[in-house]
């Protein structure tokens, strides 16, 4: 429909310039629904596909009561993770590529079997999953001062801008849960969490996935590389900063802010 195309050339040019603009349901569509919302991260995907942009996965977002509570909504959500937006492990982060960039560490898995839902689990999801290793995703919504409701997040393809993939890479397992994480800026530890901050289980995450693509009869993929949702809070990123991401077995990733 051409409201959620025009809802779309309004979120991707705000990404592309580098403003941050009003959310949806503060003037366009007061009344935009979650539904609604996929609808319009569908046509911002069928947008970045045509200009030649490739899916690196699906992503999940607001998987934890902490991360909830911050951003103030009661669901997890997905979006999707693009070629560009990926920067090297000890890379750097161009502030003025960005909005205004936050940082939370995450749990990613590299799918090595089609996740078809409904009905999946934590086992299934283990069986199907030939890496887990660590990550620091860089959200930056394009909506003034990082508010928005559930709907409005989830047209924005859940804030998703850029992200640093570890180089190491795990065989998973069902102890994914004890998994601990430290996120620290210049030596100074921001936040810390477990990977049972997620759903319980990271893995859980990947189940939630598949079978919330079901209901619209996709699936997660072989060869999908998919973040599974903070296990900390997400902290503002300023210029300077040195970033890093360490995993109880799964490794390090850092990576420097710049201007
Ligand atoms: C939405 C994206 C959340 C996560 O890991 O929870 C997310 C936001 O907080 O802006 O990526
Ligand atoms: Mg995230």
């Known amino acids: 429909m051409k409201l959620y195309k025009d809802i779309s050339q309004y979120l991707v040019s705000a990404e592309v310039e580098k403003r941050e603009v009003e959310k949806i349901t503060a ?3 007061p009344d935009l ?7 319009v991260q569908e046509e911002i995907v069928q947008r970045k596909l045509a200009e030649g942009h490739r899916i690196v996965g699906p992503k999940m977002g607001l998987t934890s009561q902490a991360k909830m509570k911050q951003m103030n909504v009661n669901n997890p959500i997905y979006g999707y ?3 560009y937006m990926l920067i090297e492990n000890g890379g750097k982060l161009s502030l003025s590529d960005m909005i205004h960039p936050k940082v939370e560490a ?3 898995f590299v799918i090595g079997e089609d996740i078809e839902g409904p009905g999946i689990t934590v086992a299934q999801v283990l069986a199907k999953t030939d890496y887990v290793l660590p990550a620091l995703e860089i959200i930056d919504s394009r909506y ?3 508010e928005f409701t559930l709907p ?6 859940a804030s998703t801008s850029r992200v640093v993939f570890g180089t190491s890479l795990k ?11 430290v996120l620290s800026i210049n030596g100074e530890i921001k936040d810390l969490g477990t990977g049972a901050t997620v759903l319980g289980h990271p893995a859980n995450s990947i189940a939630m996935l598949a079978n919330m693509l079901a209901k619209k009869e996709e699936k ?3 060869g999908d590389i998919i973040l599974t949702g903070g296990i900390t809070g997400a902290v503002l990123l300023n210029q300077g900063d040195i970033v890093s991401g360490k995993f109880d077995g799964l490794g390090e990733v850092f990576f420097t802010v710049t201007n």
């Open 33 to 39: 629904t979650v539904e609604e919302g996929y609808l």
């Open 220 to 222: 997660v993929k072989k």
């Open 152 to 157: 409005d997040v989830v047209a924005d393809n």
């Open 171 to 181: 065989k998973p397992s069902l102890e994914l849960d004890l998994v601990g994480g």
């Open 81 to 83: 993770l693009f070629d």
């Open 106 to 108: 995450e749990i990613a």
């Open 144 to 146: 003034k001062n990082f």
């Open 27 to 29: 003037d366009l569509k």
